[in-house]
């Protein structure tokens, strides 16, 4: 379908709550089924994967950890990634740098460079010849972003920084990132939305926002949780009307009735509203069923992870 | 004792909960309805005879068309109370709605126009390129701004109760830190020294002096240095303002009037978030009015046997017994929902403890999205 197996980075976007870090984790599985040496990169210190692979304390840190043959995990944190970056790129100055307060301050202070460093510490993930001392490459990497609005303010910032800064490393870093990001052959983006008004429309204005500032194509769409919908136009209505006539039904009966009938209307409903995507989208998404597990676990990713597969 | 005091809190009802309040903020994570919820509780409320103001953050568009959210605005709109009559919720005399979307970038440049000493400084700060491209992404400044609008309409004086819809940040309570984060870091003693005229930051644009300058400008480059060496010269200047902003936040915070609502969704993931979010606000000496967990399944019944189902469906409503057997199938999935859900809500009960009373909205088949799904949800939060 998407082909998304040739890209070096993939970035997942997409309003809270829609289940992103799920579908990063098992698409990261599916990955690494496929013999990709992968690394799920998560940037807002949930340390999800870690969770879900048992590691109680949840915390890889800022080092890369490994779940499972193939597939890794990584919480991208900016000051050690600003301390990577100076030791890597600035040598002896990087060293003055990396120890002055007013400087990581002001690193903190400034607009946007959170962003900045998180994207870097991305790319450097993604690259064939890591620059991390000791560190493997990577064949994919799989970015959990923050929720749509700061998803694409970010992907924005490097070339907001490169046109600011005009020369030196920072303009220079800025350059490179936008340049890799803005690849349809290095990089890609992948929109995680629900089935509801609301996830439909970010995803749809995403994409749009995605052609107008910064030139990209939305890559693929995954539309999460949908509930099975056992029983379809005609059943449904049998149902209705059943439930309607059977005043005199048991309780059991009219509770079951009732309940056919909401998953029906519910089911129904984000039908429809994966049809409105579809069409705003141009191609059809790829479609996740609802877990009914009390807490997603590994078996319910690697479900989801056999769906994913089509993706790559 | 316990579960009396928290039946009896979650018997009161929301009016209960924010009798004699004057703020109330409404937290959570992404995707678990406060907007909706703020909005309900709003609206709740002005029913009761108070004029109440909700502000939203990023509401659905039906949503904000419903309360007549005009976009270009950062005012409160008068919400017209007619279609909530029409589905049953008459606002008692006094009782007025109030709506505003909160704009971020407005509000941050309201606040510079208020806190800049003289109309040059405050155009030199706008057109900064700095502030210009990149002051949506300060840290926590959709978070500070809506903190900041909530100080504004609560020192009008305008309104009986300010409910404030926070905006989904993983950490919720960066909201909170925000104002810390910019005025410590103004106050910063390193900084005063980069910020000082005669300091190196203005020395930036003639010769080099110090090692630890050089560096700095072969990382940064000289350029984007001097755009940030304005950007925190002129916001330094405005330090003052910036820390008695802070300090009236912190205040209005803590004030005995200001109650913090946690809003979730019954799925493991909202519900560590709440606890996480309690237990931080817990620790700040902030007061809980209490707990909203939205869009619960619930059943009875759901334990029964499937193979006698399946005959009871077949016998007393006629269905075929293929039909039955889906019909079971459906009534499994509620079931195994409604489960999760009661496990998930008994956990956040009890991590919660007695003091947070919780009340719990059924799932509804349709999204909230005008009057009637407000007047629907609000059903469920304030007593009869």
Request: glycine share 10%.
């Amino acid at each position: 379908m998407a082909g998304l197996s040739d890209k070096r980075l993939l970035f997942l976007t997409g309003k809270g709550g829609v289940g992103k870090s799920t579908v990063a984790i098992a698409l990261g599985i599916a990955a690494a089924r496929r013999g990709l040496r992968c690394c799920v990169a998560e940037l807002t210190g949930q340390d999800r994967a870690a969770v879900a692979f048992g590691h109680r304390d949840g915390s890889s840190g800022a080092r890369e950890l490994r779940l499972a043959q193939d597939l890794w995990t990584i919480s991208i944190e900016p000051q050690h990634a600003l301390e990577e970056y100076l030791s890597q790129k600035a040598g002896p100055f990087g060293d003055v740098l990396a120890g002055s307060r007013t400087f990581h301050g002001f690193v903190q202070a400034t607009p946007g460079m959170r962003e900045l460093l998180t994207l870097g510490k991305a790319w450097e993930l993604a690259q064939p010849q890591r620059r991390t001392a000791g560190a493997r490459p990577y064949d994919l990497v799989i970015v959990d972003a923050p929720a749509t609005g700061h998803g694409l303010a970010a992907l924005s910032t490097p070339r907001t920084f490169a046109e600011i800064a005009k020369v030196g490393p920072i303009a220079s870093q800025g350059r490179t990132l936008d340049a890799f990001f803005t690849d349809p052959d290095a990089a890609a983006v992948v929109a995680v939305a629900l089935a509801e008004e609301m996830p439909v429309n970010e995803t749809l204005r995403l994409r749009r926002e995605l052609r107008e500032q910064l030139g990209i194509e939305l890559a693929a769409t995954v539309v999460n949780a949908l509930l099975p919908d056992r029983l379809g136009p005609r059943q449904g209505a049998t149902v209705a009307q059943a439930e309607q006539a059977a005043a005199k039904a048991s309780p059991l009966v009219t509770a079951a009735l009732r309940a056919a009938r909401s998953e029906h209307v519910r089911a129904a409903a984000q039908r429809a509203q994966v049809a409105r995507l579809a069409e705003g989208l141009g191609s059809a998404p790829l479609e996740l069923p609802y877990l009914f597990t009390p807490a997603v676990d590994v078996a319910g990713l690697e479900l989801l992870s056999e769906r994913l597969e089509e993706l790559l | 004792m316990s579960a009396a005091a928290g039946a009896a809190g979650a018997a009161a009802g929301v009016a209960g909960w924010l009798d004699g309040v004057r703020v109330c903020i409404c937290g959570g994570s992404g995707g678990v309805g406060k907007t909706t919820t703020s909005a309900a509780v709003a609206a709740g409320m002005a029913a009761r005879g108070l004029k109440v103001c909700v502000v939203t953050i990023d509401p659905a568009q039906r949503l904000a068309d419903a309360l007549g959210l005009d976009a270009l605005g950062n005012a409160p709109h008068r919400v017209d109370p007619a279609p909530f009559a029409a589905a049953g919720l008459a606002f008692a005399d006094g009782g007025e709605l109030w709506a505003l979307q909160l704009d971020a970038k407005r509000t941050f440049d309201e606040l510079i126009e208020r806190l800049a000493p003289d109309a040059r400084t405050r155009e030199e700060i706008l057109s900064n390129r700095i502030y210009r491209e990149l002051s949506g992404a300060v840290a926590g400044s959709q978070e500070f701004t809506a903190i900041a609008k909530l100080h504004d309409l609560a020192a009008t004086g305008e309104f009986d109760l300010l409910v404030l819809d926070t905006p989904p940040s993983r950490n919720a309570l960066d909201f909170l830190d925000a104002p810390d984060r910019l005025t410590q870091f103004f106050e910063g003693r390193a900084l005063q020294a980069l910020l000082r005229p005669s300091g190196f930051g203005m020395k930036l644009l003639g010769r080099t002096s110090g090692f630890a300058l050089g560096a700095l400008k072969r990382v940064t480059g000289v350029d984007l240095l001097t755009d940030l060496s304005a950007f925190f010269r002129l916001l330094g200047g405005l330090l003052e303002g910036f820390r008695a902003r802070a300090e009236q936040v912190e205040t209005l915070l803590r004030d005995p009037r200001t109650r913090f609502l946690l809003v979730t969704s019954p799925e493991r993931e909202p519900i560590d978030e709440a606890i996480y979010f309690h237990r931080k606000l817990k620790a700040a000496r902030m007061a809980f009015g209490g707990g909203i967990v939205n869009r619960v399944h619930s059943d009875q019944l759901g334990d029964a046997d499937p193979g006698e189902l399946i005959a009871r469906l077949v016998a007393e409503a006629g269905l075929s017994k293929a039909l039955a057997t889906r019909v079971a199938e459906c009534f499994a999935d509620e079931h195994a929902l409604a489960r999760r859900d009661r496990d998930n809500v008994a956990h956040l009960a009890e991590r919660l403890g007695t003091s947070v009373p919780l009340l719990l909205v059924p799932h509804l088949d349709d999204d909230v999205h005008d009057a009637d799904g407000l007047v629907a949800v609000g059903a469920h939060l304030f007593a009869a």
